[in-house]
């Protein structure tokens, strides 16, 4: 793969910031992402059937574009003064 693969690239926005509490919802989904995407890995070498390999790894690129999208959202929010 070259070095532009649109499967991973992350997603452009606009400037709109986003609010505490979408900061936080996306946090949780994240977190819950990437749990998902850990115990695919995990279980991945335990499967035998080339059919449901394939569509394993091809769940796994997905959720793993998926991490980098709410990654770029996050990247977004406001910094509060503290």
Do not use: C
Request: hydrophobic letters at 40%; glycine letters at 2%; proline letters at 6%.
């Amino acid at each position: 793969m070259g070095p532009y693969n649109p499967m991973f690239w992350p997603v452009q926005h606009t400037v709109r910031r986003l609010t505490p509490m979408e900061t936080l919802s996306l946090r949780e989904y994240l977190s819950y992402l990437t749990h998902q995407l850990e115990m695919l890995k995990r279980t991945a070498g335990e499967i035998n059937d080339a059919t449901l390999k394939d569509l394993w790894t091809r769940t796994e690129q997905v959720l793993e574009k998926h991490v980098r999208e709410v990654i770029a959202l996050l990247n977004m929010r406001t910094v509060f003064p503290s």
